[in-house]
């Protein structure tokens, strides 16, 4: 049986998956920057007589084609990135590039597409259909590196039918993965907020204009574009996580900078809410005798995984590691530039559990002390080829 064929590979070469994610994890890079990882991946792949080539700079698009003839196409991504962060992990593995850091799990993400390669490239005789391998960059910097990807035709000649992803989650025990069908993840855009008055001294505010005063009335008031203006059945956050008013005791300074990031499930309600933030930060501003220059830098828009694949992913999957081992997941605030592939093809992005207690391994991602159960690896690489296959109707 396919499976177990399957089974019977992703346990031969497990060994050197996580050999393959511990060179990752010790070399990591940050986004558009990912050169040496790039070469890492080409050399494996000429190593398995895999043919591809590059995009995006260090991006790579890969081809796998079986021997029994067919059209059909699925593409399989892997993002291969690192954060500035400083690892604090005791681990033989630990970065060797200081602040850089593989928090987010892309180097397990690279690694098991690298593993997942090379069951495929060992089954070739076995199935019919083509294989697109996406090893994508800079997922954790706008534009993100799918929209570049997609952009140079990352989705073209051949189109894939599906888009595969699998992404580590730390809530979920190694073994076992979650999905959720339908809206999973939000967009994301970045606020950028520049308040002007006029400074002076805090003893005389008569004489000024206070920013800080107006900046605490905009952040306020614009909670209402969550609580009021939203649709309340339509997921939305709106945060702020830096306030830079360089006054002092005593010092009223001339402007206050703002930097946030307001999340939803909706394209159009996006748009609009854009259109009422900015309006409600220049009006306050204005009324109170200071201006606003609010800046939005448009970020990822939602992820959506189609709902008749992503019940067959879920189908094979099941079928893979058992029922028990398949999860339902909960709408996700997060983003992810996955979202760039899920809005112009049918796409499934699908965790990937990496969470054992026993061994300590709890941290959140985007902290310096995540790490993986690499037993993860035990699973990963062949249940997307298992995906893979069975989606091209082998």
């Not at 991006?59 to 500035?84: E, H, N, Q, T, Y």
């Not at 069908?181 to 008569?206: F, I, N």
């Not at 081992?325 to 559990?353: H, K, P, T």
Request: hydrophobic share 40%.
């Amino acid at each position: 049986m396919l499976k177990d064929k399957i089974q019977e590979l992703s346990g031969k070469i497990y060994g050197d998956v996580v050999t393959h994610r511990r060179f990752l994890h010790s070399h990591p890079e940050l986004s558009f920057e990912e050169y040496n990882t790039s070469a890492y991946v080409k050399a494996e792949l000429e190593r398995l007589g895999i043919p591809y080539e590059a995009m995006a700079d260090t991006g790579i698009v890969a081809l796998i084609k079986g021997d029994i003839a067919s059209d059909a196409v699925v593409a399989l991504r892997a993002d291969m990135d690192a954060l500035p962060i400083l690892e604090e992990n005791d681990v033989p593995y630990k970065s060797q590039n200081e602040g850089v850091m593989h928090a987010c799990g892309h180097d397990v993400h690279t690694s098991s597409l690298l593993g997942t390669a090379r069951i495929l490239s060992e089954l070739k005789a076995d199935f019919g259909g083509t294989i697109k391998l996406i090893f994508q960059p800079a997922e954790e910097k706008l534009p993100g590196g799918a929209s570049v990807m997609i952009k140079e035709g990352v989705l073209e000649n051949p189109s894939p039918q599906a888009v595969i992803g699998q992404h580590v989650m730390p809530l979920i025990d190694a073994g076992k993965i979650g999905m959720r069908a339908g809206k999973y993840m939000a967009s994301t855009d970045e606020l950028y907020v520049r308040v002007k008055g006029k400074g002076g001294h805090g003893a005389q505010p008569q004489q000024n204009i206070d920013p800080v005063l107006i900046t605490a009335h905009i952040i306020v008031a614009l909670q209402q574009v969550v609580s009021r203006i939203a649709d309340p059945r339509l997921p939305t956050v709106l945060s702020f996580g830096k306030v830079i008013a360089n006054g002092a005791t005593n010092i009223i300074p001339n402007e206050v900078y703002v930097e946030g990031t307001f999340r939803t499930l909706d394209e159009k309600w996006r748009a609009e809410a854009h259109i009422r933030m900015k309006k409600i930060a220049e009006g306050i501003a204005e009324s109170m005798g200071g201006s606003c220059d609010f800046t939005i830098m448009n970020g990822y828009p939602f992820l959506v995984n189609e709902e008749k694949l992503t019940a067959k992913v879920r189908e094979f999957a099941e079928d893979y590691l058992g029922k028990d081992n398949v999860l339902d997941l909960d709408i996700w605030m997060a983003a992810e530039d996955f979202a760039y592939y899920s809005q112009v093809a049918d796409s499934c992005f699908y965790r990937l559990g990496i969470r054992n207690e026993a061994k300590g391994i709890t941290s959140s991602v985007h902290t310096p002390t995540f790490d993986i159960d690499e037993d993860a690896f035990k699973i990963s690489t062949g249940l997307m080829a298992y995906i893979a296959l069975k989606r091209l109707g082998n």
